[in-house]
């Protein structure tokens, strides 16, 4: 099992810049595909970026691509995600998920295990 805790969320004003950590458990953590999600009052929960397990590839949704970085430290058991650039659109609560199965998922049901989600604002 996979236990997972994000970390690093607050408040920014609009063009500034926060960085996320999302701290793993156990000693599979390259085993697993790693994604953050975003969820805003009222919205359904939105893809926001991925990394494969040995940081190959990375991928991230049309409204985020060019602001932030998605990485990882497997021999520290962490993903970041960088978040530069910010908007108050980008306001949302973020979340850290893992994914146990072959190939990257865009979707919530994709993933396996999830961390309780931090709160990130940004202020016009």
């Known amino acids: 099992q996979l236990q997972l805790v994000e970390s690093g969320g607050g408040l920014v004003q609009a063009g500034g810049s926060l960085g996320l950590s999302c701290a793993a458990s156990?000693?599979?953590?390259?085993?697993?595909?790693m994604g953050w999600f975003r969820q805003a009052p009222g919205k359904e929960r939105e893809f926001v970026s991925a990394v494969t397990r040995g940081a190959g590839s990375t991928y991230y949704a049309d409204s985020v691509k060019g602001r932030f970085t998605i990485s990882r430290d497997n021999a520290k058991n962490t993903v970041y995600l960088q978040m530069n650039s910010l908007k108050p659109e980008d306001t949302a609560v973020y979340y850290c998920a893992g994914r146990s199965r072959i190939g990257i998922s865009y979707t919530p049901g994709g993933y396996d295990y999830w961390g309780q989600g931090t709160q990130v604002t940004v202020s016009s």
């Open positions: 156990g000693r599979t953590f390259s085993s697993y595909h």
